[in-house]
């Protein structure tokens, strides 16, 4: 699942300056701490190194700790800006960068447990203190003293020797200050920090309705007969889930290990409806109207600084630039992906007819006659496969992919503090034996954690005066299929697919070589962020990569050819739907904080439906309200708003990226060794373009994604 990478703003990793700690891939904090000692030692949060101490964190020391931690950084912020000193970048950008350190990192802890190990507690102080420290980021571009200060820097001798890195860093700096009001008048300034106020607070309230109404719902089925279709292990998953509620039957919830199988193989129509709707409905009541607020917020603030619209606000520092850019470029895909997309339509419709006798196909039919289709033309169950993906073996491939592409040997630990006992910690280092990371990876399900998968960075090192770099600290987090019983869990392919993904964020962390920390790791432009999370996706399809790990639970036995060649055959089954419907998300998405005039259009929800109805394969319901839900773009102050287009861009440079591979040795040293050092050890070093032409020797080209998604199209570039 999503992911949000490079929350930063300023030039300065401040967890995202509007909503510390809320990432879902890359949440990148400042530098190690080398600050002094502060009172209240008892309290954990004022002293984060390297060692989080997660077993001591409680709800009773966030309050104290932040508010302190605030003083000391708005302190900060006032003698930085009115230093006497002629300003240099070591005074200016180095000194911000260590001292605001501690409150970002102690925000990025509080904001990961909050959504992994929530409780009342929790989440009534995060949301208290939220506001706070989102204003107080805000508020560091509106500081008259610090931007005079910027502005000499910027004439001054001292940057015109800087290196390149740290003269990108003082002109990004330089720019995103005027991008987030440093020009603007007293009252443009007074009324842009509270528009990030309140967008923190009620996005903050948005994502914890969506965890709310997740929980809220359960299905209990005591007929075992009504469960026909549905495969075994969804049946004990079910069974236990009851069981460890006290209750009878099957216990049925909104978390995708659960929703999944049902929406794909349960034959009992009105169960898959009762499950369709309540998943694509979540949080509406309570969510609906925060939306219009959000958006108008948003487009507010946009308008505010200057720009036509939200998208060209916050685009202005990726790859795309500009909405219009993104826009087209959706807009393109979609061109070249219609045709395909309603011949698969028509064929779905028509195997139902055949197969039913009703070419009738309502939105909770789509996923389970796609399924029989898909097994009449290649006889390819993914079921087949789960006992091939025990959980802990998957991660044994992981780590096996890393050491023979990048040279990481990667080793669990043992002692170090987690959140929860599932959680499991590892450290990653050279063949030379350079500790290079630290990692936690939380794999299932519960009810105090939020859904879907997800990277964070918690700690970025920075470099030592011996020439190596302090470790990164970092995790990946995902609600994949639970162990039953005394089985470990197995794992559908997608899920396999969910860890490779996020473990590419996880690499691009902790590979990172960058000696400014607010440009190293992922906090790079966004719709460039996930192509190392992307094509790590593709090792999972390559014989050579699953008999690593890919091993039968009883026998050890690699996959067997004949399924293997049916699971490459029915790879891009229906790819042209599956496109369709990531185009519909980035396309609604640039529409609302593009095109949406909410004084016409009111309602959002209704709004959202129109939009979608063209990406839909069936007619979508008067309730159907799945923007409620879609925490991409509402649980932060921007996240991936105006930026969902980036996955598809990011698609477009991974499938490229990858062919180089496929040309050269799906484990050649030699270009894991360029991919490494002129991708993801570089963060944003450099420009993403420049980057990616490093890599590729020439720009980037959409054949190679097409021709993986099993169409055709003129070559054209991203």
């Given at each position: 699942m999503?992911?949000?990478?490079?929350?930063?703003?300023?030039?300065?990793?401040?967890?995202?300056?509007?909503?510390?700690?809320?990432?879902?891939?890359?949440?990148?904090?400042?530098?190690?701490?080398?600050?002094p000692p502060r009172p209240m030692s008892g309290n954990p949060l004022l002293h984060l190194g390297t060692d989080l101490p997660f077993d001591r964190i409680d709800a009773s020391h966030v309050k104290p700790a932040i508010d302190a931690l605030l003083a000391d950084a708005r302190e900060a912020v006032r003698e930085i800006g009115g230093s006497r000193f002629a300003p240099t970048y070591e005074n200016l950008l180095g000194a911000l960068e260590e001292r605001l350190e501690p409150l970002s990192r102690a925000m990025g802890v509080v904001g990961h447990l909050e959504s992994v190990a929530t409780t009342p507690e929790l989440r009534a102080v995060y949301t208290e203190v939220q506001p706070e420290v989102s204003a107080f980021y805000a508020s560091i571009p509106l500081?008259?003293?610090?931007?005079?200060?910027?502005?000499?820097?910027?004439?001054?001798?001292?940057?015109?020797?800087?290196?390149?890195?740290r003269r990108r860093h003082l002109d990004k700096t330089l720019e995103d200050f005027r991008r987030h009001g440093a020009e603007l008048d007293a009252a443009g300034k007074a009324r842009l920090e509270a528009i990030d106020r309140e967008l923190a607070e009620v996005t903050t309230k948005f994502s914890q309705n969506v965890l709310d109404a997740t929980n809220a719902f359960e299905l209990s089925i005591e007929d075992e007969a009504r469960l026909a279709g549905l495969p075994e292990s969804a049946r004990a998953q079910a069974l236990q889930a009851a069981e460890l509620k006290g209750k009878s039957g099957y216990r049925f919830t909104l978390h995708a290990p659960s929703v999944i199988p049902v929406l794909t193989y349960l034959d009992d129509a009105s169960i898959r409806e009762t499950v369709w709707r309540a998943y694509n409905t979540r949080a509406a009541a309570e969510n609906?109207?925060?939306l219009p607020r959000i958006l108008g917020l948003r487009a507010e603030k946009a308008k505010l600084l200057g720009r036509r619209d939200f998208s060209d606000l916050v685009l202005a520092d990726r790859m795309a630039k500009n909405g219009e850019a993104a826009y087209r470029f959706v807009r393109d895909l979609e061109t070249r992906t219609r045709e395909a997309f309603e011949r698969e339509t028509r064929e779905l419709v028509a195997y139902k007819k055949e197969e039913s006798g009703s070419d009738a196909l309502a939105p909770w039919d789509v996923g389970y006659w796609s399924e029989k289709l898909r097994m009449a033309r290649f006889d390819f169950d993914e079921e087949a496969l789960r006992p091939y993906?025990?959980?802990?073996?998957?991660?044994?491939?992981?780590?096996?992919?890393?050491?023979?592409?990048?040279?990481?040997?990667?080793?669990?630990?043992?002692?170090?503090?987690?959140?929860?006992?599932?959680?499991?910690?590892?450290?990653?280092?050279?063949?030379?034996?350079?500790?290079?990371?630290?990692?936690?990876?939380?794999?299932?399900?519960?009810?105090?954690?939020?859904?879907?998968?997800?990277?964070?960075?918690?700690?970025?090192?920075?470099?030592?005066?011996?020439?190596?770099?302090?470790?990164?600290?970092?995790?990946?987090?995902?609600?994949?299929?639970?162990?039953?019983?005394?089985?470990?869990?197995?794992?559908?392919?997608?899920?396999?697919?969910?860890?490779?993904?996020?473990?590419?964020?996880?690499?691009?962390?902790?590979?990172?070589?960058?000696?400014?920390?607010?440009?190293?790791?992922?906090?790079?432009?966004?719709?460039f962020v996930e192509l190392p999370s992307q094509i790590m996706e593709n090792w999972t399809w390559e014989r050579e990569a699953l008999d690593l790990f890919a091993r039968h639970l009883d026998t050890n036995e690699p996959i067997p050819e004949e399924l293997f060649t049916r699971m490459q055959r029915a790879r891009t089954f229906r790819a042209a739907t599956m496109q369709m419907r990531q185009l519909g998300f980035g396309v609604v998405d640039l529409l609302l904080h593009r095109e949406l005039d909410l004084?016409?259009?009111?309602?959002?929800?209704?709004?959202?439906?129109?939009?979608?109805?063209?990406?839909?394969?069936?007619?979508?319901?008067?309730?159907?309200?799945?923007?409620?839900?879609?925490?991409?773009?509402?649980?932060?102050?921007?996240?991936?708003?105006?930026?969902?287009?980036?996955y598809k861009w990011a698609e477009v440079l991974d499938a490229d990226a990858f062919s180089r591979f496929q040309r050269e040795g799906l484990f050649s040293a030699k270009v894991g060794a360029e991919f490494r050092d002129r991708v993801l050890s570089r963060g944003d070093s450099a420009d993403a373009a420049?980057?990616?032409?490093?890599?590729?020797?020439?720009?980037?080209?959409?054949?190679?994604?097409?021709?993986?998604?099993?169409?055709?199209?003129?070559?054209?570039?991203?």
């Open positions: 999503l992911s949000m990478a490079g929350l930063s703003m300023a030039g300065l990793s401040m967890a995202g300056l509007s909503m510390a700690g809320l990432s879902m891939a890359g949440l990148v904090l400042g530098p190690s701490a080398h600050y500081d008259e003293a610090l931007w005079k200060r910027l502005v000499a820097l910027a004439a001054s001798e001292d940057a015109r020797a800087l290196d390149p890195i609906g109207p925060l993906f025990a959980a802990d073996r998957v991660l044994d491939g992981l780590f096996e992919v890393a050491k023979r592409l990048y040279d990481l040997r990667i080793a669990r630990t043992e002692g170090m503090p987690t959140w929860d006992p599932s959680v499991r910690t590892f450290e990653a280092r050279t063949a030379r034996g350079e500790r290079v990371g630290l990692f936690y990876v939380d794999l299932h399900p519960r009810e105090n954690k939020r859904g879907g998968a997800w990277m964070n960075g918690l700690v970025t090192g920075g470099p030592r005066g011996d020439g190596g770099f302090d470790p990164h600290v970092a995790l990946f987090c995902a609600n994949a299929t639970p162990p039953v019983g005394d089985r470990p869990a197995l794992l559908t392919h997608d899920e396999v697919e969910t860890l490779f993904h996020e473990f590419g964020h996880l690499l691009h962390q902790l590979l990172s070589r960058v000696p400014v920390r607010s440009l190293a790791g992922t906090s790079v432009a966004w719709d004084a016409k259009s009111p309602d959002v929800l209704a709004y959202v439906r129109d939009a979608m109805a063209p990406f839909s394969v069936t007619q979508l319901p008067a309730d159907y309200a799945m923007i409620a839900s879609f925490t991409h773009l509402f649980a932060h102050g921007v996240g991936y708003a105006a930026g969902y287009y980036s420049a980057l990616f032409h490093d890599f590729m020797g020439r720009g980037p080209e959409l054949d190679a994604l097409l021709a993986r998604n099993g169409l055709s199209s003129p070559s054209n570039a991203a």
